[in-house]
């Protein structure tokens, strides 16, 4: 194993650490002001920066999230004491990760498909953000349900575009999640769902495969095969479950170390329920773990709603949903711990 290697071996082995996970904390600037206006709070670059610290200071957060993943502004903020909020992090035993795209844009010619941007200058952000204190990464591609969607060529852009990502990712001596998110929007059914996810999936490791991305250097983050948010048939987390873990054996190679999933819109108990199931059902040739953004913070925003005096309750809020989905990783999860 070259030294490099070496390097990105280390970094899978802390963030695959046992009842431990991902907080996606990367909202774009764009995003945050969706979820700040939801809760009465105007998005500044203080504000963003005051939320963010709260969230990584939580007490005791480090026992059960390994990583969190940063947008770009965060990597090169500093705490009111001035203490760059990545040290706040390392501190807590805590890896950092920084979101690496740019967002979508609609696929000319592909109506109502869209592709990840971001490729251009990538090799030198990475080296900077490795001085910054980075040692992972994310890039996040989207895949819409719909009338003649996704398509096979949207499908491959976007798998395509993420191996490249990761093949330059690991150059750089940071480890790739690879994010290919089917969305729930839609009325379609969870057997819709598994169609699309494992069509995505099979592209994506052969986009893997092409561009000589190191498997065992990586960590997938995949969608839960789950019914569209308005089909009218709804479904167990056990079938969920099944559903999800028969997709994923059928085309996630047991090379790769972990499967940290997003919440996509899940109610914050039906993403760690959901978790549970996957557990529950027994070993998996991969770690099975979470990287939530909104299923960890949506009770943590809204108790903090702006309030300086509220920071303590809303690190209590976030280090209940951390503690929960760590059962849920290790299988330990019940509904009635959600009263506690
Ligand atoms: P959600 O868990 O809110 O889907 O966010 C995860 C994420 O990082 C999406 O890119």
């Given at each position: 194993m070259s030294?490099?290697?070496?390097?990105?071996?280390?970094t899978?082995?802390?963030?695959?650490?046992?009842?431990?996970?991902?907080?996606?904390?990367?909202?774009s600037?764009g995003?945050?002001?969706?979820?700040f206006?939801a809760?009465?709070?105007?998005s500044?670059?203080?504000?963003?920066r005051?939320?963010?610290e709260?969230?990584?200071?939580?007490p005791?957060?480090?026992d059960?999230i390994s990583g969190?993943?940063?947008?770009e502004e965060?990597?090169?903020?500093?705490n009111?004491?001035?203490?760059?909020?990545?040290?706040?992090?390392t501190a807590?035993?805590?890896l950092?990760?920084?979101k690496?795209d740019?967002?979508t844009?609609?696929l000319?010619?592909?109506?109502g498909?869209?592709?990840?941007q971001?490729?251009?200058g990538?090799a030198q952000r990475?080296s900077e953000?490795?001085?910054?204190?980075a040692s992972?990464?994310?890039?996040?591609?989207?895949?819409?349900?719909?009338a003649g969607?996704?398509?096979?060529?949207?499908?491959a852009?976007n798998a395509?575009?993420?191996?490249r990502y990761a093949a330059l990712c690991?150059?750089?001596?940071?480890?790739p999640i690879?994010?290919?998110e089917?969305l729930?929007?839609?009325?379609h059914?969870?057997t819709t769902?598994?169609?699309?996810?494992?069509?995505?999936?099979?592209?994506v490791?052969h986009a893997l495969?092409q561009?000589r991305?190191?498997?065992e250097?990586?960590l997938?983050?995949?969608?839960?095969?789950?019914?569209?948010?308005?089909?009218?048939e709804?479904?167990?987390?056990?079938l969920?479950?099944?559903?999800t873990?028969?997709?994923l054996r059928?085309t996630?190679?047991?090379?790769v170390?972990?499967?940290n999933?997003?919440?996509?819109?899940?109610?914050?108990a039906?993403?760690?329920?959901n978790?549970?199931?996957m557990n529950?059902?027994?070993?998996?040739?991969?770690?099975?773990?979470?990287?939530?953004g909104?299923?960890?913070q949506?009770?943590?925003?809204k108790?903090?709603?702006?309030?300086?005096?509220?920071?303590?309750?809303?690190?209590?809020?976030?280090?209940?949903?951390?503690r929960?989905n760590?059962?849920?990783?290790?299988?330990n999860y019940?509904?009635?711990?959600?009263e506690?």
């Amino acid at each position: 194993m070259s030294l490099s290697e070496q390097d990105l071996a280390q970094t899978v082995a802390v963030l695959i650490a046992p009842g431990k996970g991902i907080l996606a904390a990367d909202e774009s600037t764009g995003t945050i002001e969706k979820r700040f206006t939801a809760v009465n709070v105007a998005s500044t670059k203080e504000s963003r920066r005051d939320y963010r610290e709260l969230l990584f200071s939580t007490p005791g957060l480090g026992d059960f999230i390994s990583g969190v993943i940063l947008y770009e502004e965060t990597l090169r903020q500093k705490n009111t004491a001035g203490v760059p909020l990545s040290a706040v992090l390392t501190a807590q035993g805590i890896l950092t990760g920084i979101k690496v795209d740019t967002g979508t844009v609609a696929l000319p010619g592909f109506p109502g498909e869209k592709i990840t941007q971001g490729l251009d200058g990538l090799a030198q952000r990475l080296s900077e953000y490795k001085q910054l204190g980075a040692s992972f990464a994310k890039w996040r591609a989207v895949i819409a349900i719909g009338a003649g969607i996704p398509t096979s060529e949207g499908i491959a852009s976007n798998a395509y575009t993420l191996a490249r990502y990761a093949a330059l990712c690991q150059e750089a001596g940071i480890v790739p999640i690879v994010e290919p998110e089917v969305l729930m929007d839609g009325d379609h059914t969870i057997t819709t769902c598994e169609k699309v996810t494992e069509q995505v999936l099979h592209a994506v490791f052969h986009a893997l495969h092409q561009q000589r991305v190191m498997l065992e250097y990586m960590l997938l983050k995949p969608n839960m095969v789950v019914p569209g948010a308005t089909c009218s048939e709804r479904s167990s987390a056990q079938l969920i479950a099944q559903a999800t873990l028969s997709c994923l054996r059928r085309t996630v190679p047991a090379a790769v170390p972990g499967i940290n999933f997003l919440s996509g819109g899940q109610t914050d108990a039906a993403a760690t329920s959901n978790l549970n199931a996957m557990n529950a059902a027994g070993k998996q040739p991969w770690n099975v773990s979470f990287s939530y953004g909104r299923a960890l913070q949506a009770s943590a925003i809204k108790v903090w709603g702006g309030a300086v005096g509220n920071k303590e309750a809303a690190q209590q809020a976030l280090y209940l949903r951390a503690r929960l989905n760590s059962a849920a990783v290790q299988g330990n999860y019940a509904a009635a711990m959600e009263e506690e």
